[in-house]
Nanobody, 125 residues
Framework: QVQLVESGGGLVQAGGSLRLSCAAS????????MGWFRQAPGKERVFVAG????????LYEDSVKGRFTFSRDSAKNMVYLQMNSLKPEDTAVYYC??????????????????WGQGTQVTVSS
């Protein structure tokens, strides 16, 4: 079992930045692909970014490329999502997830085995 806890969400003005953190316990994250998903009100939960565990390949959803940066600290068993140049459309609950799928990090929700409880990000215009 892997327990994931997100933190770092909040209210920020458009153009601002936030750094989300995801702390893992129970197992080391070194054998898991990690992903960040988000869910806006009334919408489905969608992939934002992911990092594979076999080679560290990082994948971003098109709308966040160049603005968001995914990183991991294996020693601390944590992953991060640095979000810059935030837009109102980035407003959502952000979830951290872990997947045992090797290779390129999966984009599909069903490929992730463990989820955090989410952290709210609100970007005002």
């Amino acid at each position: 079992q892997v327990q994931l806890v997100e933190s770092g969400g909040g209210l920020v003005q458009a153009g601002g930045s936030l750094r989300l953190s995801c702390a893992a316990s129970g197992r080391t994250l070194s054998r898991y692909a990690m992903g960040w998903f988000r869910q806006a009100p009334g919408k489905e939960r969608v992939f934002v970014a992911g990092i594979g565990w076999t080679d560290g390949y990082i994948l971003y959803e098109d709308s966040v490329k160049g603005r968001f940066t995914f990183s991991r600290d294996s020693a601390k068993n944590m992953v991060y999502l640095q979000m810059n140049s935030l837009k109102p459309e980035d407003t959502a609950v952000y979830y951290c997830a872990a997947s045992s799928t090797p290779g390129i990090p999966p984009r599909r929700r069903k490929d992730y085995d463990y989820w955090g409880q989410g952290t709210q990000v609100t970007v005002s215009s």
